[in-house]
C-alpha cells in the first residue's frame, strides 16, 4: 500500500526566514508520481509540483525548491526569503504511474510565516 | 471560469437527512475523482470514474453513499442518512486520461458539510 507522511504537523517561522516541509513517502511500485499542493485559507488545493520517480534532479522555482532522494523515499520542498503569503497547509502526495492514478496524501504541514 | 466547480460551496443538514453534492468537471475531461477531507488531515480518495463507469471505490465509500456520472460529465454524490461523522469537505477533481503517462488532475473548491 502507498504511505506518504510528513512528520512536521505545524511550522512558524518569521518573514524572510528559510523553511523546509519533509515529506517521507512508501510505495511498492517501481514508476510512481510524487507532488506538492498547497490549500489556502480558501480551502482549494493549488497544484505546485509534479515529480516522476525516475527523475531525480532537483528542481527550483523562484522561491521555491525540491529535493527529490529516492535511496530515502523523501521529496522535501523548500521556501527561501519565505512570505506572509506562503502561510497555508501543504501536502505532499504520491500517485500510482498507471491505472487509477489516485492521489495519496500526507496529513500536511500547517505554515504560518509571521510578519 | 472553465475550472472544475461544485455545488453547493457549503452544506449543513441535521442527522439522518440525505444530502446531495454536484460536481462540473473541465469540459473534455473524462476522468472524474471524488476525495473526502476531513479536518486537520489530508483529503482522501473516495471513488473515480472513466466517463460514466465509475471504476473504483475506496471501502471509506460506505453503502450510505452513492455517486453517479449518468452521461460522463458531471457527477453527483449523494449522502443517505448522514451522521455527524460525515461532516468534512468533499472535494471533486477532473483530468483528461490522454496517451501522456500521466494526467494531472485539476481540483474544484470542495463542498464543506456539516451535519448537526
Known amino acids: 500500500a502507498q504511505k506518504v507522511t510528513q512528520a512536521q504537523t505545524e511550522i512558524s517561522v518569521v518573514e524572510k526566514e528559510d523553511v523546509t516541509l519533509d515529506c517521507v513517502y512508501e510505495t511498492r511500485d517501481t514508476t510512481y508520481y510524487l507532488f506538492w499542493y498547497k490549500q489556502p485559507p480558501s480551502g482549494e488545493l493549488v497544484f505546485l509540483i509534479r515529480?516522476?520517480?525516475?527523475?531525480?534532479q532537483n528542481e527550483i522555482s523562484g522561491r521555491y525548491s525540491w529535493n527529490f532522494q529516492k535511496s530515502t523515499s523523501s521529496f522535501n520542498f523548500t521556501i527561501t526569503a519565505s512570505q506572509v503569503v506562503d502561510s497555508a497547509v501543504y501536502f505532499c502526495a504520491l500517485s500510482e504511474a498507471w491505472g487509477a492514478q489516485k492521489l495519496v496524501f500526507g496529513q500536511g504541514t500547517r505554515l504560518t510565516i509571521n510578519p | 471560469d472553465t475550472g472544475v466547480s461544485q455545488d453547493p460551496r457549503h452544506k449543513i443538514t441535521k442527522r439522518g437527512q440525505n444530502v446531495t453534492f454536484r460536481c462540473d468537471p473541465i469540459?473534455?475531461?473524462?476522468?472524474l475523482y471524488w476525495y473526502r477531507q476531513t479536518l486537520g488531515q489530508g483529503p482522501e480518495f473516495l471513488t473515480y470514474?472513466?466517463?460514466?463507469?465509475?471504476?473504483?471505490k475506496s471501502r471509506l465509500l460506505s453503502d450510505r453513499f452513492s455517486a453517479e456520472r449518468p452521461k460522463g460529465s458531471f457527477s453527483t454524490l449523494e449522502i443517505q442518512r448522514t451522521e455527524q461523522g460525515d461532516s468534512a469537505m468533499y472535494l471533486c477533481a477532473s483530468s483528461l486520461q490522454g496517451t501522456g503517462s500521466y494526467n494531472e488532475q485539476f481540483f474544484g473548491p470542495g463542498t464543506r458539510l456539516t451535519v448537526l
Open positions: 469540459s473534455e475531461h473524462n476522468r
Open positions: 515529480r516522476n520517480s525516475f527523475d531525480e
Open positions: 470514474f472513466q466517463n460514466e463507469a465509475q471504476l473504483e
